[in-house]
C-alpha cells in the first residue's frame, strides 16, 4: 500500500520476492514500474487480497486494470486497501487511487525504451480513539488525512536478452499531516537487471533503498516458463531475509 509501502502487492510479485522492476510488464505494473505497463496486450484487469504477512487483523485487497490506448499510450487504473483491525473493530483504512500512464519512448527490434509514471491518490481513514472504556465504543471519531504521491519509472531492453529498469517511489515526497506532525509517505528507489538467457527463462537482480536510510535490500528472483500452461516463479532478498515461490497456470481455447 502507498501508506505503508508495501512492496510484493500481487501474487507474482510476491513469488518473486519484489524483483520485478526490469521484468517483462503486465498490470501489477502499477505499482512497482509504470513504463512496464507499455507492454500490456490489450485490457487485463486482476483482482487479489490476502491477509499482510499472514495476520488476520491486516487484511488487504487490490484491483488494477490496464489498456493501451492510441496516441496517449497505455494507460491503467489501480485501487489497493490496507485495514488494521483489532477484536472486530476497524483501527485504521488505507486507501489508494491510482492512475497511470506508460509510452514509449524508442521502440525497434532490437531495442525498446519507455517510461510511466503513477499518480496516487491517499487517504488514510482513522477509527475511533480508545476512549473511556478503551475498546472505541465511546471514543471520538478521528477523521481521516488526505495526500498525492507522485511515481516514475524507466524501463529498457537490448535484443530481447537485457533489460534494465529503475523506479522512483514518491518523488514529490508526497507527506500526511501538516507542521510538527508532518510525515512523508515512504519513498524509495529499485533499480534492475533482467537477464533473459533464453525465450522461456528470465533471472532478475534488483536493489531497493529506502531513501532516508542508509542499509539497502538486494533482491534476486527466476521466471521461468515450463509450457504455454505453467510459470514458475521464485524469489529471495536479504535484508530481512525473505524467500518466495510461486507458480500461474492458464488455460488456453481453441
Known amino acids: 500500500q502507498t501508506v505503508s509501502d508495501n512492496a ?32 500490456v496486450d490489450g485490457l487485463q484487469i486482476s483482482l487479489g487480497g490476502g491477509k499482510l504477512y499472514g495476520y488476520d487483523w491486516l487484511p ?3 484491483l488494477s486494470c490496464t489498456t493501451p490506448i492510441p496516441i496517449i499510450g497505455t494507460i491503467g487504473f489501480a485501487f489497493q486497501q490496507l485495514e488494521t483491525k483489532y477484536s472486530g473493530k476497524t483501527l485504521s483504512t488505507e486507501q489508494t487511487l491510482s492512475i497511470a500512464q506508460g509510452f514509449d519512448l524508442q521502440h525497434d527490434k532490437n ?7 503513477t499518480a496516487n491518490f491517499v487517504q488514510w481513514d482513522l477509527g475511533k480513539s480508545a476512549g473511556v472504556s478503551g475498546d472505541g ?16 519509472g524507466a524501463l529498457a531492453s537490448l535484443r530481447e536478452k537485457y533489460r534494465f529498469g529503475v523506479f522512483l517511489k514518491n518523488i514529490n515526497s508526497g507527506a500526511l499531516g501538516k507542521g510538527i506532525t508532518r510525515q512523508v509517505l515512504p519513498r524509495r528507489i529499485n533499480a ?30 527466476i521466471k521461468y516458463t515450463l509450457n504455454q500452461h505453467i ?13 518466495g515461490l510461486g507458480a500461474t497456470f492458464a488455460s488456453t481455447s481453441q
Open 8 to 39: 510484493y502487492t500481487h501474487a507474482e510479485v510476491s513469488a518473486m520476492a519484489g524483483a520485478v522492476v526490469a521484468e517483462t510488464g503486465s498490470n501489477w505494473s502499477i505499482f512497482h514500474n509504470p513504463a512496464g505497463i507499455t507492454e
Open 60 to 62: 488487504t485487497s487490490n
Open 111 to 117: 531495442s525498446h525504451l519507455a517510461i510511466g509514471y
Open 137 to 152: 465504543s465511546d471514543g471520538l471519531e478521528l477523521g481521516n488525512i488526505n495526500s498525492i504521491a507522485i511515481d516514475f
Open 192 to 221: 534492475g537487471i533482467t537477464y533473459l538467457p533464453m525465450a522461456s527463462l528470465a533471472t532478475s537482480i534488483v536493489s531497493e533503498h529506502l531513501l532516508g536510510r542508509d542499509d539497502m535490500q538486494i533482491k534476486g528472483a
Open 231 to 243: 510459470k514458475i516463479f521464485a524469489g529471495a532478498q536479504s535484508n530481512p531475509n525473505r524467500f
